[in-house]
């Protein structure tokens, strides 16, 4: 049994969603189908740390944040919806939209920003319900098996015969929230170019000395963390397997790639204000001991410990290990617990509008693509941007379609 309908959006994540707004508002029928008992789940999980949904920064310096596959910093827009006056949406856009559905933000000091109530539930009631309202259908339970638009549904299998297609399923983080890449070999095997899955914002594995124990769940903070060309200030946790939290994963992406991390347990002094300290007689004071009352940090004093040895002897020497402390780490954990992923269809797989090369028709949206970005906003934003230009692109198809 098959069914024909003008819009096939396969994902209801934020792309997806987006997606699906952008064609109803052209006056087509929208069918959106997603795998999972509930739409945007990932979304929801992300809700529970308040839902950052963008970063309040000047345009060029948030575009920044975003690497392609190529592994090139995007110079200084992504594709498309970025790079184009009336098709740009970015923070202001985000910010405009979210209001636009009764939600009411607020900026923090660092420029994240966050609904008022802190919760992503409110907003996704909200969207939903305009989306039923502008005509489009959701159908849970339905997974994409293949074989052209053929789909496992609680009814038995389906065939969707669509015009146009947004697929927008996600990447291979947190697979138990519907992002499985289970659609990777479908589109191998139709010619289309699909970069290897890597885990993004994720943490470190480390194999810590028994000292150790004592602080794991602790947050580092006052500390700076740099590798390759990507730095941060932010906190991050010591935890029984590793090292994890937003100042590792805005560097992570560097440190996956084999890029040498180092830290700053003191950014905010330098070096000779350090050996100055450094330079306090230690008496009869352990070494543990003397190294709190210079650091007046026990978890900097730790981890100096953990990773700096064989330790200086010399003032100078202590500073610099200080400024300079070798993150020493195993590689990143699983993609399973990785935040988001890096790797997905190839940008020279896809046109301008996000079109598959090798599929007419059918457009591309949010972590299938190959883009990788840090937490902090980047992500949904740039999630929802790609749905709105891969809606529009895929609403022009249909115009032209109607036109010829």
Same mark, same amino acid.
């Given at each position: 049994?098959?069914?024909?309908?003008?819009?096939?959006?396969?994902?209801?994540?934020?792309?997806?969603?987006?997606?699906?707004?952008?064609?109803?508002?052209?006056?087509?029928?929208?069918?959106?189908?997603?795998?999972?008992?509930?739409?945007?789940?990932?979304?929801?999980?992300? *809700?529970?740390?308040?839902?950052?949904?963008?970063?309040?920064?000047?345009?060029?310096?948030?575009?920044?944040?975003?690497?392609?596959?190529?592994?090139? =910093?995007?110079?200084?827009?992504?594709?498309?919806?970025?790079?184009?006056?009336?098709?740009?949406?970015?923070?202001?856009?985000?910010?405009?939209?979210?209001?636009?559905?009764?939600?009411?933000?607020?900026?923090?000091?660092?420029?994240?920003?966050?609904?008022?109530?802190?919760?992503?539930?409110?907003?996704?009631?909200?969207?939903?319900?305009?989306?039923?309202?502008?005509?489009?259908?959701?159908?849970?339970?339905?997974?994409?098996?293949?074989?052209?638009?053929?789909?496992?549904?609680?009814?038995?299998?389906?065939?969707?015969?669509?015009?146009?297609?947004?697929?927008?399923?996600?990447?291979?983080?947190?697979?138990?929230?519907?992002?499985?890449?289970?659609?990777?070999?479908?589109?191998?095997?139709?010619?289309?170019?699909?970069?290897?899955?890597?885990?993004?914002?994720?943490?470190?594995?480390?194999?810590?000395?028994?000292?150790?124990?004592?602080?794991?769940?602790?947050?580092?903070?006052?500390?700076?963390?740099?590798?390759?060309?990507?730095?941060?200030?932010?906190?991050?946790?010591?935890? =029984?397997?590793?090292?994890?939290?937003?100042?590792?994963?805005?560097?992570?992406?560097?440190?996956?790639? *084999?890029?040498?991390?180092?830290?700053?347990?003191?950014?905010?002094?330098?070096?000779?204000?350090?050996?100055?300290?450094?330079?306090?007689?230690?008496?009869?004071?352990?070494?543990?001991?003397?190294?709190?009352?210079?650091?007046?940090?026990? @978890?900097?004093?730790?981890?100096?410990?953990?990773?700096?040895?064989?330790?200086?002897?010399?003032?100078?020497?202590?500073?610099?290990?200080?400024?300079?402390?070798?993150?020493?780490?195993? *590689?990143?954990?699983?993609?399973?617990?990785?935040?988001?992923?890096?790797?997905?269809?190839?940008?020279?797989? @896809?046109?301008?509008?996000?079109?598959?090369?090798?599929?007419?028709?059918?457009?591309?949206?949010?972590?299938?693509?190959?883009?990788?970005?840090?937490?902090?906003?980047?992500?949904?934003?740039?999630?929802?941007?790609?749905?709105?230009?891969?809606?529009?692109?895929?609403?022009?198809?249909?115009?032209?379609?109607?036109?010829?």
């Amino acid at each position: 049994m098959s069914e024909a309908v003008e819009a096939l959006v396969i994902g209801a994540g934020p792309a997806g969603l987006m997606a699906a707004e952008i064609l109803s508002q052209s006056g087509r029928r929208v069918l959106v189908v997603e795998a999972m008992p509930t739409p945007a789940r990932k979304f929801l999980m992300a *809700g529970k740390s308040g839902l950052n949904l963008t970063k309040d920064e000047p345009f060029h310096a948030f575009a920044q944040r975003f690497i392609l596959g190529s592994g090139g =910093r995007l110079p200084p827009h992504p594709r498309g919806y970025f790079d184009e006056e009336e098709s740009r949406f970015g923070p202001a856009e985000v910010m405009a939209w979210v209001r636009g559905l009764g939600i009411e933000l607020f900026t923090g000091s660092t420029g994240r920003v966050f609904p008022v109530g802190m919760k992503a539930s409110p907003l996704l009631r909200a969207w939903l319900s305009r989306l039923r309202g502008g005509g489009v259908e959701l159908r849970t339970r339905w997974r994409w098996i293949g074989g052209g638009w053929r789909f496992e549904t609680p009814d038995g299998p389906r065939d969707i015969r669509p015009r146009v297609v947004v697929l927008a399923l996600g990447g291979a983080s947190w697979p138990r929230l519907g992002s499985d890449a289970a659609w990777v070999p479908w589109l191998k095997d139709a010619g289309v170019g699909v970069a290897p899955f890597r885990p993004a914002n994720v943490g470190f594995r480390v194999s810590w000395s028994a000292p150790m124990a004592r602080h794991f769940g602790t947050a580092v903070k006052g500390t700076a963390l740099r590798a390759g060309d990507l730095s941060s200030r932010g906190e991050w946790v010591i935890g =029984r397997q590793g090292i994890e939290g937003g100042g590792v994963y805005e560097i992570s992406a560097a440190l996956r790639d *084999g890029a040498a991390g180092r830290v700053d347990l003191a950014p905010d002094l330098d070096r000779a204000a350090l050996a100055a300290r450094f330079s306090r007689p230690k008496g009869k004071l352990s070494l543990g001991n003397w190294l709190r009352r210079v650091l007046e940090d026990p @978890v900097k004093v730790a981890l100096l410990l953990e990773w700096g040895r064989p330790l200086p002897g010399d003032p100078a020497g202590w500073a610099d290990l200080t400024k300079g402390l070798p993150l020493r780490h195993e *590689g990143p954990m699983a993609i399973e617990t990785a935040i988001s992923s890096a790797g997905g269809v190839t940008w020279d797989s @896809v046109t301008k509008a996000q079109e598959l090369r090798a599929l007419p028709d059918v457009f591309v949206a949010g972590e299938m693509l190959d883009w990788e970005a840090p937490t902090g906003g980047y992500l949904l934003t740039a999630c929802l941007g790609s749905g709105l230009h891969a809606g529009r692109a895929a609403a022009a198809r249909l115009a032209s379609m109607a036109a010829g």
